[in-house]
């Protein structure tokens, strides 16, 4: 081999080994991430070593009322609506389940209901002048320190939840007219009140106070 063979030769092998491999030559990099000293740099919100994760569509999203997120956007549960489930959707109908009497007067403005024992209670549900439902039966004796609940059957929709019921109590009287023993007017639904199914019939200074077990429609 000439002198000069030789040199070229030994030139070329210093040359090569002086070279530093590119840390990025193997490297990719998906979803318009980039390599940077053989990591990549992830764009766009994507994560991994590749830039292969997508971004989570609902980080940082909210769902209220038992709603969950889905691919960025709230799937609210019944009865509400809105970007964040926090509005509320008004019923078509509430049903009425039970009505449970939870106060009465014991005595009549001081004389017993009746003659030798207590009231026999049953209540009356109305809407305006029409009565909705009026209990077949009647609770014999009724003692004041006790409930009584009284449960509709079939049950019954009040189709109109934002107007304005009545709910009265009775004592039954097998000769004369039945006697009045007071009675709570009540609105079943407002726009905040969070689809409570016990509804407490009990307005300060109340004579009669009752409890609705209910369920509601949409």
Do not use: H
């Amino acid at each position: 081999m000439s002198r000069l063979l030789l040199l070229l030769s030994m030139l070329s092998f210093f040359v090569t080994s002086c070279k530093k491999d590119d840390p990025c030559d193997d490297k990719v990099c998906f979803n318009g991430g980039t390599c940077v000293d053989g990591t990549c740099v992830c764009a766009n919100g994507y994560s991994g070593a590749s830039c292969e994760t997508a971004p989570d569509a609902c980080a940082g999203i909210t769902c209220l009322n038992g709603g969950y997120c889905a691919n960025g956007s709230c799937v609210c549960s019944q009865g509400y609506t809105g970007s964040d489930c926090s509005q509320q959707v008004a019923p078509t109908a509430i049903r009425i389940n039970s009505i449970k009497v939870t106060a009465f007067p014991a005595t009549d403005g001081g004389a017993g209901w009746d003659l030798t024992s207590g009231p026999d209670i049953f209540p009356i549900l109305s809407l305006g002048a029409s009565t909705i439902w009026e209990s077949p039966t009647s609770n014999q004796n009724a003692d004041p320190a006790q409930d009584y609940t009284f449960t509709p059957n079939p049950t019954f929709n009040l189709t109109s939840p934002s107007s304005q019921y009545t709910l009265t109590l009775y004592d039954f009287d097998d000769f004369d007219a039945n006697d009045w023993m007071g009675g709570v007017n009540f609105t079943p639904y407002n726009s905040s009140n969070g689809f409570p199914t016990t509804i407490i019939l009990a307005p300060g200074g109340a004579a009669v106070t009752f409890s609705l077990n209910v369920s509601y429609i949409w």
